[in-house]
């Protein structure tokens, strides 16, 4: 039997047309798409797709259940691993992960492993997702600080493992990046709340407005709680340091997406939050985040909207999908340009950035050829609005409130792979331990801290 | 949901609030903020902490009616409940025994203020306070001042009370007849950095608590960042407070108008329902 060599694509709104809304660009797989995409899967005995899984599912497995039509069961076997499959089938770098490892590759494309979970996923929210059993109590409580990907998977792991978790976050929704930092037209916010419904439907409960550090300190919590997660995840931009950065008109890109998505400023004044950003937009840096604020841009009505990187498209950091999705959508490369000032008018109002032009040398340490300037290369360009998306760190404010914590020299805390930090009982995981990655790898710490807080538990 | 337990009308456009906030009252300290959300549609505003009551799990703050938000704050009553209240944040003030200080408060500044005031004068300070308004009308908890105060002077500037003209006038008198050891200034960016300038040429430390804008208030957007000593600082959590002398006030001013056409047309379209 001969197997099709390509992925079924998944339907998407036109770019002319989802730049003037917010709403998500792929439609998902029909069930008819999807069970013909599932019956690609070989089977394969060594199931080579699970080793790429940071959250362990069994892959081949509910492939299986989309083949033979049973949604339910399909959604079942997901969920065994992941509590956040209309997530992670949505942000997830699949084709890093799980769908590198497919056997199909050798052929052609893998199988659309991401938009079938993906499409599971949706099918069981859209169906209404049933209330799990709950496990026997151990009456043990833990208390997990951030409500990120790392610390809803860890929470519901951990409610599954039967003890009572409390998660506290310091804003006013759940989900830390997915909410103030990924956009609505990647990762449409009633689907994060859903997946928050879920996970506090095992039994966990989320206290907003709780900025752990200052409302409440790691200590308290270790009086009061059997062991401490901490998913505080790297939410401190990172700056360019060139002259003119605190002008009227540059934001860190976290300022930017939150007042966007978080805050909901594209729907101002029916919202109370603003965000101004001009006829013509700037956008520095090439990761996810950089892809997602030059999208933003456009359909916050920007004429024009650039990505000013210092390398070239071969060394971005961000998903081959969402740098393809910018250029569809008419985001504007300039590659191998380095901001070296930003110009404002007599006011203090942004008007210009100022760039050198380089080119690849020698690789650095990363492996990338590194950017070297070229002299007297300098051009300028006009814009209103710079938006810096170079990377974050930590978040500095349990590392600075709770001293007997070590912390490395980029700021996270210091953990081990199962999160175990240098206090017994406290754990960490995802970005603050980590620096900043991926959604689906704070997860999978998620998952490890949940199992080593338990046998913590156990011994306890 | 954090219910108004008390409400004072302290003048046209200044209003008093004691929010029940347990948590936050528990641990708030001098010079520290909160950050509140009226709604589900609300922005998120911080407000320096006027006042707390740890046994009655309330803090106290005192807004000027100046935006969307704050003339929606003003509107609400006792049993009314605002969605979000969270903190106590940033950095409280630095408060040991310093000698003579002088504490100046302009405007709503006078509110932040208090607590100060009433810290430095039990760490055993001599405290003279300094408060100034545009009219006597304006002027904020004088008794309450006044009560932990060794010396307490009034500046207006249309001079319906004390003396007329700003509160550095007066600072000025007190630094010639006095050796003072530390200045607290509180109040509109202006009057923070004159008072900062005067303060640095008789070199006396001064410390200025500043109100940029704010989204999240933990450190994690930066629209709040202040140039300090020419190096970048969130004033949300390094601060609110700053050494006055390095403080970029110039910048400030520039940042704090970032939004003023958006926060025009949102209080023309709510003074339209």
């Known amino acids: ?460 | 949901m954090y219910e108004i337990i008390e409400k004072k009308v302290l003048s046209d456009t200044v209003k008093l609030m004691k929010i029940k906030a347990p948590l936050v009252a528990k641990k708030a300290q001098p010079g520290q903020f909160i950050i509140l959300r009226i709604d589900e549609r609300g922005e998120r505003i911080p407000l320096t902490i006027a006042d707390s009551d740890p046994k009655k799990g309330t803090i106290t703050i005192i807004f000027l009616e100046v935006g969307k938000t704050t003339k929606q704050l003003g509107t609400l009553n006792v049993g009314d409940s605002l969605e979000n209240f969270a903190g106590p944040l940033g950095m409280p003030s630095e408060v040991k025994k310093y000698g003579t200080v002088v504490c100046v408060g302009g405007g709503v500044g006078i509110a932040p203020l208090y607590p100060i005031v009433k810290a430095l004068k039990e760490s055993g300070n001599n405290v003279i306070s300094i408060l100034g308004a545009k009219t006597k009308d304006l002027l904020l908890l004088e008794k309450e001042i006044e009560a932990y105060s060794d010396e307490f002077y009034i500046a207006t500037d249309d001079g319906s009370k004390g003396h007329k003209g700003f509160v550095s006038d007066v600072l000025q008198k007190v630094i010639d007849t006095q050796n003072v050891n530390m200045v607290m200034a509180i109040g509109p960016i202006i009057m923070m950095k004159v008072v900062s300038n005067l303060t640095k040429k008789y070199d006396i430390k001064t410390l200025v608590s500043l109100n940029p804008i704010m989204v999240d208030g933990t450190g994690m957007c930066g629209g709040c960042r202040v140039s300090i000593d020419g190096k970048t600082k969130f004033a949300c959590v390094d601060g609110p407070e700053f050494d006055g002398h390095k403080v970029d006030y110039d910048n400030l001013m520039l940042r704090n108008r970032r939004f003023i056409h958006a926060e025009g047309e949102a209080c023309k379209l709510a003074g339209a329902q």
């Open chain 1, 1 to 460: 039997m001969s197997v099709r060599k390509t992925k079924h694509e998944m339907p998407e709104q036109p770019p002319q047309e989802r730049i003037k809304n917010f709403k998500e660009v792929p439609y998902g797989y029909t069930k008819e798409i999807a069970i013909e995409e599932a019956k690609r899967c070989l089977q394969c005995k060594n199931k080579p797709c699970m080793k790429g899984c940071p959250v362990e599912i069994d892959i081949p497995g509910f492939i299986t259940c989309i083949a033979q039509g049973d949604f339910d069961k399909a959604a079942e076997v997901i969920k065994a691993k992941n509590n956040l499959p209309a997530i992670s089938g949505r942000v997830c770098p699949y084709e890093s992960q799980c769908e590198e490892e497919c056997t199909l590759k050798k052929i052609g494309e893998p199988v659309g492993i991401g938009r079938l979970e993906r499409f599971i996923a949706d099918y069981e929210r859209e169906k209404g997702k049933k209330p799990p059993k709950k496990p026997k109590s151990t009456g043990k409580i833990v208390a997990v600080v951030g409500s990120g990907p790392a610390g809803l998977t860890c929470a519901g792991d951990l409610a599954r493992m039967g003890h009572a978790v409390t998660v506290f976050e310091a804003l006013h929704d759940p989900g830390g990046v997915l909410m103030y930092g990924i956009p609505e037209f990647r990762l449409p916010k009633a689907i994060v709340k859903s997946e928050v419904e879920y996970v506090k439907s095992l039994g966990v409960a989320i206290n907003y407005d709780v900025v752990v550090g200052k409302t409440i300190d790691v200590k308290e919590l270790m009086e009061e709680y059997d062991a401490v997660f901490i998913g505080t995840g790297a939410g401190l931009p990172n700056w360019l340091n060139i002259p003119g950065e605190n002008l009227d008109g540059v934001y860190s890109a976290n300022e930017f997406l939150t007042r966007v998505n978080m805050m909901k400023a594209y729907k101002f004044p029916e919202y109370d939050t603003p965000v101004k950003i001009g006829r013509i937009v700037a956008t520095f840096g090439a990761g996810n985040v950089a892809m997602d604020c030059a999208r933003t841009s456009l359909r916050l009505g920007a004429e024009k909207s650039y990505i000013l990187y210092r390398r070239t498209e071969a060394e971005m950091p961000a998903r081959a999908e969402e740098i393809e999705h910018a250029k569809q959508e008419g985001v504007i490369f300039k590659l191998l340009t380095n901001p070296i000032r930003f110009i404002g008018d007599e006011k203090g109002i942004l008007k210009e950035v100022e760039y050198l032009k380089m080119q690849l040398g020698e690789p650095d340490d990363s492996g990338r050829r590194r950017p070297v300037p070229i002299p007297g290369s300098e051009e300028k360009i006009p814009i209103d609005t710079a938006l810096v998306a170079i990377g974050q760190s930590p978040n500095p404010l349990i590392p600075q409130t709770m001293k007997e914590l070590k912390i490395g020299k980029h700021g996270n805390i210091i953990a081990d792979d199962d999160g175990r930090t240098s206090v017994p009982g406290i754990f960490a995981g995802g970005d603050i331990a980590t620096g900043a990655a991926t959604v689906i790898l704070a997860m999978g710490a998620g998952k490890r801290v949940a199992r080593a807080i338990d046998t913590y538990l156990k011994n306890k």
